[in-house]
């Protein structure tokens, strides 16, 4: 079956320093790879995504190529921001015989501190 | 403004009681979702719908049933054969099931059994 792996957190930087989230997918088909965000007692919104291969999504300065080789969709930003707190799911949908679902991995928590 | 709405936003019920999220969506989409969370295990699908009339059961429908009698309605209940039933729930919709198009989010609702 599907499965996302996400590197456990939480993560804790300053702020403007560089952060990377890791994420790591098994699929049987050709996903599609997502990066939401969860701000404190919200629900989820898409931060970004990529639909094939060597595609780059991003968003608000954050940024994640999708890497078939290394079935990998990193996250990573430049220089984050205290705003950047929050948890991070990566997420995978398979376009064909996987149903309408969202495969969720199990969030990272990140901090940003000044 | 469109969106989703889901009330409460915090939910107490003894166990042993069933109890219904609302889910309302505004957007005009014909699909919908209700996701568990728990801490440290990411979202989990309980039950989706495509088309009013219609739902199928996600990973973990044991313990709830729904119901899409109207578009913008997805109303989850928690019924007593529910083992564990206090987590965070939330509502999502898409345009339509198929494809890679964005899951949009409602706040969610945080149900505790006492």
């Known amino acids: 079956g599907n499965s996302v792996t996400q590197m456990e957190g939480p993560v804790t930087l300053s702020e403007e320093a560089f952060l990377t989230i890791n994420c790591t997918y098994t699929a049987t088909g050709y996903p599609s790879l997502f990066w939401y965000v969860q701000y404190p007692g919200e629900g989820l919104q898409l931060l970004l995504k990529a639909t094939k291969a060597d595609d780059k999504g991003s968003n608000k300065g954050f940024e994640a190529t999708y890497r078939k080789e290394t079935t990998s969709f990193h996250l990573e930003k430049g220089s984050v921001q205290v705003s950047d707190s929050a948890v991070y799911f990566c997420a995978l949908k398979e376009l064909t015989g996987g149903g309408n679902k969202l495969t969720f991995g199990t969030g990272t928590q990140l901090k940003v501190e000044l | ?114």
Not at chain 2, 28 to 37: G, S, V
Request: neutral net charge.
């Open chain 2, 1 to 114: 403004d469109g969106g989703i709405t889901q009330s409460p936003k915090y939910l107490f019920r003894k166990e042993g009681q069933n109890v219904t999220l609302s889910c309302e969506q505004n957007l005009n989409h014909d699909a919908m979702y209700w996701y568990r969370q728990d801490p440290g295990q990411g979202l989990r699908l309980i039950y989706y719908s495509q088309i009013v009339n219609d739902f199928q059961k996600g990973d973990i429908a044991e313990g709830y049933s729904v119901s899409r009698e109207k578009k913008e309605s997805f109303p989850l209940t928690v019924t007593s054969a529910q083992k564990n039933p206090t987590a965070f729930y939330l509502c999502a919709s898409s345009i339509y099931g198929g494809g890679d198009n964005e899951q949009f989010f409602g706040p969610g609702t945080r149900l505790t059994v006492l």
